[in-house]
Each structure stands twice: as C-alpha cells, then as structure tokens.
C-alpha cells in the first residue's frame, strides 16, 4: 500500500527506534517534572465558616433554604419580576454569598436591624435585601414577606448558624482600603482594566455570556448595577476589587490599582439612580454628596447620571437597546456640567477620594 | 483538490475508534518530523507506530523535497485536518482528533469540533512558540504556516460537536461539586464560573469543557499544574490547577467528559 518495499521500511524503522530512544532519554532529563509552581495568593478566609450545604435539614426550612440559595445564584431566573439587569447576587457576593471579604450574608445577617444612613431609618433584613433589588440589581423591590425575600432571608439566617449574633465578624463586608499613595487616576485604571479585567469583562465592560446565559457580568452600561447601588461608590469597589479580581487572583493588585481601576469603573455611565429627583445637580447633592461618586460628574464629555449609556468604548451592541430600559431624565443644563468639572481636566479620578 | 498523493496516510484508516488506528493500520501514519519527538499525550503503543511514521517522514522528506516546492497551492483547512501537510511532513490532525474532530481518547487527542476559532488559533501559536510545549503538538504547529494554521483552526471552529460521550465514571459526582461550586476554602472558585455553567466555553476567552476527553483534561491540568502550560491569560489556569489535587483534578475531569459537549460556544455580552 505505500509502494516501499518491506527491508527498506524495517531498516529506516529500526535506525528511527534507535534515535527516539536517545531523544526520549534526552528529553525525559529536559523537561520532566518540577517547574515552579504557579501561585498565586489564596483569598483570605474570616475566622467563622458557614455550615456546608449538606447541613441543609430536609423540611420545610430547608426547602426554604434552597430556594433562597438558588434566587442568590440565578436571580434573573428565578425573580424575574424584581430583577432589572443581568447581574446575580453572586455576582457580588462570591461562592453564593458564604465568602469572606465578599460581602458574606453571614456577615450582614447578624447586624440586622440596623440604622441605615441611605433611607434613615433602622432596616430589618428584609429591607436590606429589598435595597439590593432595586439598587444593584436595578430591579424593583419585591414588597415585604415576599417569598422572594423570605427565601433570601431564610439562606441568610442559615449560613450564619453558629455565628455569635449582633457583631462584625472578620471578613464581614468588603474591605475597605487604606487611601492610595497616589489620587485614584482615570486613565492608569484604563490600562490596568485593559491589561487585568478586559479578558472576562469585555473590552466595552459588558461582560460574556455562553450559550445564552450570563457568565462574565457586565460592570457598567445598561445591564450592570444602577447609580444608586452599593458598588457605584468607588471605595467599595475598590475593596471589593482588591479582594476578588481578577476571578480567582484576589488580594494580586496593588491598592493603588484597584482604586485606579475602580474610578475607571465607577466613571463608566449605568442605570439611572432611582432617587433621582429630576435633576442631575441635585440628585448628587442629595445622595452622591462624596468624593467617591462620580454621579454627576463629566468623564470623557459625558455628564454621569444622565441615564443615558453612550459612552460605551466599543460600540457596545447593547447601547441601543439598553437605552430605552432606563429612565431617560431631563439634560443637565450646561452650566451643571460646567460646575461639576470647573477644572476641565481630563477625565480623572474623584477630587479627594483619598480623604477617605 | 490538489496533486497531492494521498500517501503515506494509510486510506484505510479508521480514527474515529482509537484502538484501531493503533493495531489495524497497515502504512505508517506520518509522524511528527522531528525524530526525537515523542507523543506525551498518546500512549506507548502510538509512539512506536509514530516512530516508524517518522522514518517515513524522514524517507519521504528526502525524496520529496522537490515534490514539497511544487505542493504551493494553499490546502484548505479540511484537507490538512484529514490528511495532513505532506510536504511538511505535518500528520492529519485527525489521527489523533479524530475523523470528525470528536477526539480520539486512547490517544488523549481532544476534541477540536466546535471550538472557538480564536481560541484553536491561540493554542496553535502557543504550542509553536512552546508557551504550551507539547511533544506531540509543538511540532505538528511549527510545520504550519500561517494561513494554514488559521484554515484548520476556522475548519474545526465550524464543525458541530461531538454528540454526547458515553463516559461515565464514578467520580463524576464529585467533579460536579467542584465544577459548580468549586473549592473556594483552597481559591478554587467553580469552572463554571469561567467556563460557563454547562461548560461550553465562553467565546475566545475560554475553551469548551464538556465533552472533552477525560484523558485529555487530567493532562492539561497536570500541565498547568507543571507550569509546562503556560500560555494561559493571567495565569489563571496555573494558579488553579496549582490548588487543586490529583483526587480534584481526577473527579473534574470525569464530570466534563461526560457532559454533553452541545452546541458550539456562543460568545456574547453578558446577559
């Protein structure tokens, strides 16, 4: 079949053999087996774990339970009506919400009730978790006793069984990091999310999906959290970034870069704030009175706040579309613009974000 | 398509099922041209029948070289998947992919049907610049020009998946614990986290899981475990293989391969 003849491919063969030992040898000293090993720093673990899934009883609790950790998981999905972007509460809050340094509901849960500077009064749980819904996940708040809401809190209260009631535990929360050496800066967060976030997230920042479902969260633009959320605020995405990006590298970027990147971030234009009050100048000074919200603020020419998502890098495909999702509020007068950017520098970080 | 001789690939090859290829072929498949090569990923057996490939290569190498100036037509993406680059002395992808792009698990060659473009591509390049060395790809991408890697590459993003394996495997359940919820006390977060929940992949960013050779898998994350592959973005693959163990990356392995590899990949935003 290959028209050679017998002797002439044995030879060839046994002369073959003979060099594929040698290289083998040869090769088998060459790269065999330790290479150092690649490692990168592990995410911190608060002192307290949270009992493992297969603690879940099998009753009613339990089925509440489930249900609670499959709302966290899929929200979109599963609460449809109260969900108004893409994101997930894991999204945010990591391994379904039982990481330390991510926001853990075993964190939260045992600091409720509290007194909430965002709406002034003290808060059950419940109407923590109904901020969540229509701030991050800029839906609508599911009214209280919902089973949204009820599912949610019985997760909550069973992944902080065991934990000691009313006090902060490590890991609670987001970190908050110290001020950076240097003022959070627009364009030195461009390159680090080009070089470290760019690859998941999205050139454009509007996350990835596989085969129809959300795998890489969208971090600005229509389908990400609104301007009222928890993570528009540049400190607590920048601790939140310290802490968990890039996926599975937590704890890799210098402060100065997840503060750097954070502003980038949190300058990117998203979902109006649901407080809005009908004007830009007054919705900042009503509740983004802080150097580290950029609400109000013009990046790159465009006035934040503006409930209008254009700036998005790359043409994003979900300009379009995702415009008409959000509240179109009246233009900022000129002299608005004019007043929050006196300096008409370029696009650059909040004005004392290191005062915090 | 072009005045190729369909030598020295054995015609009557059968990929699609492993064994054969090993024990029933008659002609010497091409191997790879450097002699001192040698398969990690396919078995003993292969190597040897390889070895003999390779003094084929070598003869025809000699005697063909006039015939390998000539051979300037530009092979299209499937002729070099089936039967390689002669003048090259490149094999058909397909003795270790597999007729259809399906991989051929004995060989540990994964499936290739598809997979992302950018994605293949990317590896291609990696295993020719030996940022992930591989004794039996390193060679067969070197011998690839550029426009040839690309064709193969748009060859097998393009073809449909393999429908589902057959696999099953004891340890599935326990992969499937990893994969969906990871390993996060040792910063493992779940694959699907990257990969997708059904670990199809997400665009270029990251491959197809599911319904890849279980062989295959354990070996690649042995190799970024290594450090011998590291062509991943960020290092994201080596710092995760590098937490997790041999039980781990056993029972994950086992999960993937018999998940239904599905419709190709769709990249999109994030929605």
Redesign the interface.
């Known amino acids: 079949?290959?028209?050679?003849s017998a002797p002439?491919?044995r030879l060839?063969?046994l002369?073959?053999?003979a060099?594929?030992g040698?290289?083998?040898l040869?090769?088998g000293v060459g790269?065999s087996?330790?290479?150092?090993?690649?490692?990168?720093a592990?995410?911190a673990?608060g002192g307290f774990?949270p009992p493992p899934?297969s603690a879940i009883p099998d009753n009613e609790f339990g089925r509440q339970v489930r249900l609670g950790k499959a709302i966290f998981t899929d929200t979109g999905a599963l609460a449809p009506t109260y969900v108004g972007?893409?994101l997930r509460c894991s999204s945010c809050h990591?391994?379904?919400g039982?990481?330390a340094n991510s926001a853990p509901l075993w964190g939260a849960y045992p600091l409720y009730p509290a007194y909430r500077a965002k709406n002034g009064h003290v808060n059950t749980f419940q109407e923590r978790l109904q901020g969540c819904f229509r701030y991050s996940m800029n839906g609508k708040p599911p009214p209280l006793g919902d089973p949204v809401l009820v599912a949610l809190e019985s997760y909550a209260y069973f992944l902080t069984m065991g934990a000691p009631v009313g006090a902060k535990l490590p890991g609670q929360g987001y970190p908050k990091l110290a001020p950076p050496p240097q003022r959070p800066d627009y364009a030195r967060g461009a390159a680090v999310y080009k070089a470290?976030c760019a690859?998941?997230?999205?050139v454009?920042g509007?996350?990835?999906?596989?085969?129809?479902?959300?795998?890489?969260?969208?971090l600005w633009g229509p389908?990400s959290y609104n301007w009222g959320a928890g993570m528009s605020d540049i400190a607590n995405a920048a601790g939140f970034i310290k802490a968990n990006m890039?996926?599975?590298?937590g704890g890799t970027l210098s402060d100065q870069e997840a503060w750097d990147v954070a502003t980038y971030m949190d300058s990117q234009p998203r979902p109006q704030d649901p407080r809005f009050t009908g004007s830009i100048e007054e919705t900042r000074t009503r509740f983004h009175a802080s150097p580290t919200s950029m609400y109000g603020r013009t990046v790159n020419g465009v006035l934040l706040g503006d409930g209008r998502p254009t700036n998005l890098e790359h043409g994003?495909?979900?300009a379009a579309e995702g415009a008409a999702d959000i509240a179109s509020p009246k233009a900022a007068p000129d002299a608005l613009k004019q007043q929050i950017r006196p300096d008409g520098a370029s696009a650059s970080s909040p004005q004392t974000a290191n005062d915090r | 398509m072009t005045s190729r001789p369909a030598?020295?690939h054995?015609?009557g090859l059968q990929p699609r099922d492993g064994a054969r290829l090993v024990t029933d072929v008659?002609?010497?498949p091409t191997g790879p041209r450097?002699?001192?090569?040698?398969s990690k990923s396919c078995p003993q057996r292969l190597?040897?029948r390889w070895?003999?490939g390779?003094?084929?290569s070598?003869?025809i190498a000699l005697a063909g070289s006039a015939h390998a100036q000539e051979n300037t037509v530009q092979l299209s993406g499937k002729a070099i998947a089936r039967t390689g680059v002669i003048a090259h002395g490149t094999p058909a992808c397909a003795s270790c992919h597999g007729m259809s792009g399906e991989g051929v698990a004995v060989q540990d060659g994964p499936r290739l049907a598809g997979l992302d473009e950018a994605y293949l591509l990317r590896q291609l390049d990696a295993f020719s610049k030996q940022a992930r060395?591989s004794?039996a790809m390193t060679p067969v991408a070197r011998s690839l020009t550029a426009a040839e890697r690309r064709a193969v590459a748009r060859y097998y993003a393009q073809l449909p998946p393999p429908p589902r394996p057959a696999a099953t495997a004891p340890l599935v359940e326990a992969g499937r614990a990893l994969a969906l919820?990871?390993a996060?006390?040792?910063?493992?977060?779940p694959c699907a986290?990257?990969?997708?929940?059904?670990g199809?992949?997400?665009?270029s960013?990251t491959p197809a899981l599911s319904g890849q050779a279980e062989a295959y898998l354990v070996a690649q994350l042995r190799r970024?475990?290594?450090?011998?592959r590291?062509n991943d973005?960020?290092?994201?693959m080596?710092?995760?293989a590098?937490?997790m163990n041999r039980t781990q990356i056993r029972a994950v392995a086992a999960y993937y391969a018999a998940q239904p590899a599905?419709?190709e990949?769709?990249?999109?935003?994030?929605?």
């Open positions: 079949m290959t028209g050679r002439s491919r060839a063969t002369a073959i053999a060099v594929i040698l290289g083998m040869a090769l790269i087996p330790h290479l150092a090993k690649h490692r990168i592990e995410p673990t774990h899934e972007n893409s990591l391994d379904a039982r990481l470290s690859l998941c997230h999205g454009d509007q996350g990835q999906s596989s085969n129809g479902k959300m795998v890489f969260p969208p389908q890039p996926l599975s590298q994003s495909p979900m | 030598e020295p054995a015609p008659e002609g010497p450097e002699l001192g090569e040698r190597t040897r070895a003999r390779a003094g084929w070598l003869l060395p004794r919820d990871g996060w006390s040792v910063g493992i977060p986290s990257c990969h997708g929940a059904d199809r992949g997400v665009g960013t970024y475990q290594s450090g011998e590291r973005p960020l290092g994201l080596r710092g995760i590098g937490r599905g419709a990949s769709s990249a999109g935003p994030g929605r």
